[in-house]
Structure formats: C-alpha cells, structure tokens
C-alpha cells in the first residue's frame, strides 16, 4: 500500500540553524501539506502547496519558514533560523486531486526536530 | 483555536462492548469531517469520513454520525478491540474551493480497550 515516507525521523539542531524536512508524498497525490504538533497540544495546519505554488498558509508559517518540491517526488520544508518553540512533530501528509471535493490525507510518521 | 473540540481527553472501554468517540465544532462553513487514528510515534491513519449532507457513514466496525444541526460528530466502534487502543483525533475541513483541504484538528482522545 502506498505510504507517505518523512526523513529524518529525528533531527536535533541548534538554535539559529537551518533545517530541511524531507517528505516523499504518494506518487499520485496533487495535493501536499505540513502539520505540526508541539508536544501536548493539537496538531496544527501550516501549510498547503498545489501545482508548485502554496496554496493556503497559516499564521505560523511566517519567513522563517519556506516549502519547496525540487523534484518529481520530494516535498521539503525548510526553517531558516529555527527558534526552541520550533521543537515539535512535524507531520507531511498529500490527498488526491480536490476538484471541489474532499479527499482523506494520508500522514508520514514526522519528523521529531529538537531545537536546542 | 477552539473550532474543533473533543472535551474527553479519555475512554476506557472493555473488549467486545461499544467504543463512542465524541466531537464538537463551531465552524459552519466546515464540510468534510475525518477521523484518525493515531499510536504514539507514528503519524495520524486515516479512519473513517462524512461530508456534510450525509448524517452516517459506515465502513466496517466504524460509524461516523453528523447530526449538523447540532455541530456534533460522533465515531461508533463495534465490536472495540485491544488493538484499537490509540489516540482518535476528530479533523474538519471546509469547501475545497476556499480553504483546499486545510484540517483543523481536535485535541484527541486515548482510548483504551481492556481485554
């Protein structure tokens, strides 16, 4: 069954430096989207990317934050200069074709960043 | 943010015996409700959906009901099972046109099947 794959599955970095989320989305999905969840609260929309453009972003994705799909198959996330409240569950999850209806999204496993 | 709430953050049910996982929402222009279900370190599994102008959807041992007019949902789950012990997240999303898929999560609920 097709799965939508995250990587690293852990990342510890240091306040201030960059990270790239890695997620490879299912291979038919049009539709890709990151969530977050800080631990012990609700996990959280951040953004949603459709036909290379974002399509709807929240009030946590500010500039420190970008999404880029630099090929066929990849969907990244990157933080510019992470910040402690950055440490969260980051989750990638990608739907099919919307088309003025609804499709479920399927979820990767996250990644686990810890900002020191 | 409190447009989706699941007010019991547990349930403990015994093996066999019905599982009832209860959400509540604020938002009226939401469409599309989903239910998830989620085993520590892992992310979220699709469960069950129902758009808006159904009140039941049925799949398996899984039975979402929408009574809209009351903006509750419920996840119905028949015969529980140990291994159905997880956290169930309520999600909803509005009119594909405007919001396009964005979900709007409820804090979950744990629940725990006893053999």
């Known amino acids: 069954e097709p799965e939508v794959t995250q990587t690293p599955s852990h990342q510890v970095t240091q306040m201030g430096q960059e990270v790239i989320l890695r997620c490879v989305p299912i291979s038919n999905h049009l539709y890709f989207y990151w969530y977050r969840q800080i631990l012990g609260q609700k996990v959280e929309f951040l953004v949603s990317f459709y036909n290379n453009e974002i399509s709807e972003k929240s009030e946590i994705f500010d500039d420190q934050f970008s999404v880029e799909r630099p090929d066929g198959s990849n969907f990244t996330l990157k933080i510019r200069s992470t910040k402690l409240e950055d440490s969260a569950m980051y989750f990638c999850a990608s739907s099919e074709w919307l088309a003025g209806g609804h499709y479920e999204q399927y979820f990767g496993p996250g990644t686990r960043l810890t900002v020191t | 943010d409190q447009q989706v709430k699941q007010n019991s953050p547990s349930l403990s049910v015994q093996e066999g015996r019905i599982s009832i996982l209860n959400c509540d929402y604020t938002?009226?222009?939401?469409?599309?409700f989903l239910w998830y279900k989620k085993y520590p370190a892992e992310g979220p599994t699709f469960l069950i959906s129902i758009s808006s102008i159904k009140d039941k959807n049925e799949d398996g041992r899984f039975t979402v009901f929408l009574n809209k007019s009351a903006k509750h949902l419920s996840l119905h789950i028949v015969p529980s099972q140990p291994g159905d012990s997880a956290v169930y997240f309520c999600a909803a999303s509005g009119a594909g046109g405007t919001s396009y898929g964005k979900l709007t999560f409820g804090q979950g609920t744990i629940l725990t099947v006893h053999p």
């Open positions: 938002n009226s222009m939401f469409d599309y």
